[in-house]
């Protein structure tokens, strides 16, 4: 099976919206007195990202395509451009550029495993744009 891919077309998620939690990974035990204690509950978890794109309509429909269709109504996993860090220039602890032979600045790429989280795409309109708010489940 073939895993999707994010369009390349659709633009960065808006730094304005941005959210990210972990999953809950801990169990609470009851005490009779004092603080609660906490195990873990699993070893690994996901990472939960609310986030939002800015689209035009051609990119509208291209979003409406890849969560309808790539990812059969967000049931499918796909990868992301972790938008953290993909596309990002590499430094060297002094703060200079990392660069290739031919003077050009070494980028980070970093991609994300994910699917869309208990938020599906919820839209509004901007002028005559549209923002999709959705979350997405980054896998550990």
Not at 24 to 34: I, K, N, P, Y
Not at 43 to 60: C, E, F, G, I, P
Request: with cysteine.
């Amino acid at each position: 099976m073939t895993i999707a891919t994010w369009p390349a077309e659709l633009p960065k998620p808006e730094r304005a919206t941005w959210s990210s939690l972990l999953q809950e990974a801990r169990l609470r035990r009851a005490s009779d007195a004092g603080p609660a204690g906490y195990r873990r509950r699993f070893s690994n978890v996901a990472k939960v990202v609310t986030l939002s794109v800015l689209l035009d309509a051609d990119q509208r429909a291209r979003f409406d395509n890849f969560f309808e269709h790539d990812t059969k109504k967000g049931s499918l996993l796909f990868r992301m451009p972790d938008p953290t860090t993909d596309g990002w220039a590499l430094r060297t602890s002094g703060g200079s550029l990392l660069l290739t032979s031919d003077d050009q600045p070494m980028l980070i790429a970093a991609m994300w495993l994910c699917t869309f989280g208990d938020q599906l795409p919820t839209e509004t309109i901007v002028g005559i744009d549209f923002r999709k708010t959705f979350t997405v489940e980054v896998m550990p």
